[in-house]
């Protein structure tokens, strides 16, 4: 499938992806070596700052990458958070770890909006995209089951610092996988970069169609959120089990975002998202309400990946969306606008569900996110009526 480049840059950003996982798992540890019994706290500042870097640097970065190499500027941020990992394991206190977490994750934002904009380029065929997409939704599923493995592997044999040049041989090769590739020149629109970044976010919000689309990411968005937060509560607080049946439940979730994902690009050739967004978004919303009737942790583990294959189908096709209906000079600017709103509502989506959970129980929690999901889905049919084919201006 497509050219070789496509190859390289795709391990290069799947090997990014488990570095940062495995030093995700190596600060949680620091963080409890520095803070002890308020490494909770420090873990959810950092969570915290790591969302503002993903909302704030994208679509800024983009607009600033848009004038350099892509080669060049992808292999810069791997390096960048190379060196952020080297100089974690020396830090003494717990606002230095807050002040490399911005810079990390802004580097890691500002190479999502890059990759996301470049592999249009590389693959011009709709249904190479679509197998693009696809992988790229695999690799993330599954970067979240090998990265800890890696990380207790590492643990075994290294110290907590040897698990931070673990991460950082990642970035290291993912790097010289990069250095071995010819990539595209990027399309640079007029005006500054902050005017850019807005064009991006407005020619985001002209399209009905993305519209549409943005409506449904809210609704996977609440799932995501109902997962990472309340999948513990359940599993330990309601059906009474250990840790070990909640890895099993979150394993679940991926396994069946991993099967959706395999699907997806015989369901979206040919231009049709729309249907299979609209209908993932309803699957969205009666799978959570649901949830309020769960019998047992059998029909937990049913419900998590029927919830991750809705998940990904409703959330994925966005970027084949982008691909056809953004003009090339702007579609850095749109990858980082999308993926910056994401992360916005993401972060919202994570206060609600814990909310929900902590004052109103899970039940409260299933049926008033379930409800949000089938609204987002109302709008994103009533917005998204028909596909056009112009491009956002």
């Not at 979240?144 to 040049?165: C, D, H, K, N, Y």
């Not at 064009?199 to 799932?223: C, E, H």
Request: proline share 4%; hydrophobic share 60%; aromatic share 6%.
């Amino acid at each position: 499938m497509g050219t070789s480049a496509y190859v390289r840059l795709f391990r290069a950003n799947a090997l990014a992806l488990i570095a940062t996982g495995v030093a995700t798992v190596a600060l949680a540890l620091l963080a409890y070596d520095l803070a002890g019994d308020q490494a909770g706290a420090v873990m959810g500042i950092a969570l915290a700052l790591k969302m503002g870097a993903n909302i704030l640097v994208a679509p800024i970065a983009a607009a600033f990458a848009a004038r350099l190499p892509r080669r060049a500027w992808l292999i810069t941020l791997d390096l960048a958070r190379a060196a952020v990992l080297l100089s974690l394991p020396f830090v003494d206190a717990v606002w230095q770890i807050y002040v490399l977490i911005v810079v990390f994750q802004a580097a890691a934002a500002a190479f999502s909006a890059a990759y996301m904009a470049t592999v249009p380029d590389l693959l011009p065929d709709e249904a190479d995209y679509a197998r693009a997409i696809a992988k790229a939704r695999i690799a993330y599923e599954a970067e979240t089951l090998i990265s800890p493995a890696i990380a207790a592997a590492l643990l075994m044999v290294l110290e907590l610092r040897g698990v931070f040049v673990g991460a950082v041989g990642g970035f290291a090769l993912s790097a010289l996988l990069l250095a071995t590739i010819t990539l595209p020149q990027g399309h640079t629109p007029p005006g500054g970069a902050v005017a850019r970044s807005v064009a991006g976010l407005r020619a985001l919000l002209a399209a009905p169609q993305l519209r549409g689309a943005l409506a449904l990411n809210a609704a996977a968005t609440v799932v995501g959120a109902m997962v990472s937060v309340n999948t513990v509560v359940l599993v330990r607080g309601v059906f009474d089990l250990d840790d070990r049946a909640a890895a099993v439940a979150l394993a679940c979730y991926g396994a069946g975002g991993v099967a959706a994902a395999l699907m997806l690009p015989r369901l979206i050739v040919g231009g049709a998202e729309r249907g299979v967004m609209l209908a993932a978004g309803a699957a969205l919303s009666a799978l959570l309400l649901s949830g309020a009737l769960l019998p047992g942790y059998g029909a937990l583990l049913a419900l998590w990946a029927a919830l991750g294959a809705a998940t990904t189908l409703a959330q994925t096709p966005t970027a084949a969306l982008i691909r056809r209906l953004g003009p090339a000079r702007e579609r850095q600017a749109l990858y980082a606008a999308h993926y910056s709103l994401n992360h916005l509502m993401l972060l919202a989506a994570y206060l609600a569900a814990g909310l929900a959970g902590a004052e109103g129980g899970m039940v409260a929690a299933f049926l008033g996110l379930g409800a949000f999901a089938g609204a987002a889905a109302m709008v994103a049919a009533l917005v998204w009526r028909r596909d056009r084919p112009e491009a956002p201006a």
